[in-house]
């Protein structure tokens, strides 16, 4: 009887910002923009790390990839977002949805596990600098930074894979901006034990060993900089992990906030935060790839100078 009562549903309804109408307008020209500056910001970090011969090193290398993660992250979601806000009926296909989710999950899953590398990088660089060419040569890094996408990848692959197989009942409305798992989830009219630890192993694995990872490397970084007599020594050895340690404390500081924060007992203002959630979850994913590339580029000056004899050799060429 319970099988019968269940329909199989075939596309899902993005709720988005249906309730805020005078909203969308002003929601889909600051999130365009903050797309716009996305692409243009990582695409010129990922420009100058591949044509300077000076950037090609293990840092640059991870920093590149580092931006062409925040460009794939948030192409897998941003497009529906503001198609979403031009949309008088937001629907998503199953399978698009599965896809979109596949594609924005294992992205998440993947910076984690490419920071975690980045630390790894900066630990070697200042307390092993004379073993630094040794450790992370080519045949080493390059394999770390695939193995960061290959783990975000088969994470995803089995978290979609296990929401995929739920039963949804009837109703196919999606609380959210996107097709996000949780919000999904939701939906599901069967028992979620599996995927709930499935997901707690999952965040385990691939948010706390980063962050406990990272915690200890900046620990035996920081007591290697302190050891440095000269005042200047250690403001250089600090200026080349400084930026890497800005993007770790915003994303991480950003995924607490969000997840963190307490709940409103107040039934009259669940409107109001569950707005308020949606829309902390939706520029959490812009925050940090937003934010990647100026702090980069004005806190390194091998970046600052590549990205000015790029924009040289473009004037010269015209």
Same mark, same amino acid.
């Given at each position: 009887?319970?099988?019968?009562?269940?329909?199989?549903?075939?596309?899902?309804?993005?709720?988005?910002?249906?309730?805020?109408?005078?909203?969308?307008?002003?929601?889909?020209?600051?999130?365009?923009?903050?797309?716009?500056?996305?692409?243009?910001?990582?695409?010129?970090?990922?420009?100058?790390?591949?044509?300077?011969?000076?950037?090609?090193?293990?840092?640059?290398?991870?920093?590149?990839?580092?931006?062409?993660?925040?460009?794939?992250?948030?192409?897998?979601?941003?497009?529906?977002?503001?198609?979403?806000?031009?949309?008088?009926?937001?629907?998503?296909?199953?399978?698009?949805?599965?896809?979109?989710?596949?594609?924005?999950?294992?992205?998440?899953?993947?910076?984690?596990?490419?920071?975690?590398?980045?630390?790894?990088d900066r630990y070697v660089a200042i307390c092993n600098p004379l073993r630094y060419p040794v450790v992370m040569r080519?045949?080493?890094?390059?394999?770390? !930074?695939?193995?960061?996408? %290959? &783990?975000?990848?088969?994470? /995803? =692959?089995?978290?979609?894979? $296990?929401?995929?197989? @739920?039963?949804?009942?009837?109703?196919?409305?999606?609380?959210?901006?996107?097709?996000?798992?949780?919000?999904?989830?939701?939906?599901?009219?069967?028992?979620?034990?599996?995927?709930?630890?499935?997901?707690?192993?999952?965040?385990?694995?691939?948010?706390?060993?980063?962050?406990?990872?990272?915690?200890?490397?900046?620990?035996?970084?920081?007591?290697?900089?302190?050891?440095?007599?000269?005042?200047?020594?250690?403001?250089?050895?600090?200026?080349?992990?400084?930026?890497?340690?800005?993007?770790?404390?915003?994303?991480?500081?950003?995924?607490?906030?969000?997840?963190?924060?307490?709940?409103?007992?107040?039934?009259?203002? !669940?409107?109001?935060?569950? %707005? &308020?959630?949606?829309?902390? /979850? =939706?520029?959490?994913?812009? $925050?940090?790839?937003? @934010?990647?590339?100026?702090?980069?580029?004005?806190?390194?000056?091998?970046?600052?100078?590549a990205v000015k004899n790029l924009v040289v050799q473009k004037h010269s060429t015209q």
């Amino acid at each position: 009887m319970e099988a019968s009562n269940q329909s199989s549903v075939t596309e899902f309804v993005l709720l988005g910002l249906s309730a805020h109408p005078k909203l969308e307008k002003t929601f889909f020209v600051l999130i365009l923009s903050m797309y716009l500056v996305i692409l243009l910001g990582n695409g010129v970090l990922i420009l100058v790390t591949v044509s300077d011969s000076c950037l090609h090193t293990p840092m640059y290398f991870f920093l590149g990839n580092l931006s062409f993660l925040d460009i794939c992250y948030t192409t897998s979601s941003v497009p529906l977002v503001l198609d979403g806000f031009l949309t008088p009926r937001k629907t998503i296909s199953f399978s698009a949805c599965a896809i979109q989710m596949f594609l924005s999950f294992g992205m998440g899953a993947t910076e984690c596990v490419l920071l975690g590398m980045m630390a790894f990088d900066r630990y070697v660089a200042i307390c092993n600098p004379l073993r630094y060419p040794v450790v992370m040569r080519k045949a080493v890094y390059v394999p770390m !930074a695939a193995s960061s996408w %290959l &783990a975000g990848g088969a994470n /995803s =692959l089995v978290q979609i894979s $296990l929401a995929v197989q @739920l039963p949804f009942c009837g109703d196919n409305v999606i609380n959210h901006f996107i097709c996000e798992i949780l919000a999904v989830l939701k939906l599901a009219c069967a028992d979620l034990s599996i995927n709930v630890v499935s997901m707690g192993v999952a965040n385990v694995i691939f948010l706390g060993v980063p962050v406990l990872f990272i915690f200890v490397s900046y620990i035996f970084i920081l007591t290697t900089i302190l050891r440095i007599p000269s005042v200047e020594g250690r403001k250089k050895a600090f200026s080349t992990c400084s930026a890497h340690l800005t993007v770790v404390v915003i994303f991480y500081g950003t995924i607490l906030f969000m997840y963190g924060k307490p709940k409103s007992k107040d039934p009259l203002g !669940a409107d109001k935060q569950d %707005l &308020a959630d949606k829309l902390i /979850s =939706l520029f959490y994913g812009l $925050l940090t790839p937003v @934010l990647n590339p100026i702090i980069y580029s004005l806190r390194n000056k091998d970046v600052k100078a590549a990205v000015k004899n790029l924009v040289v050799q473009k004037h010269s060429t015209q």
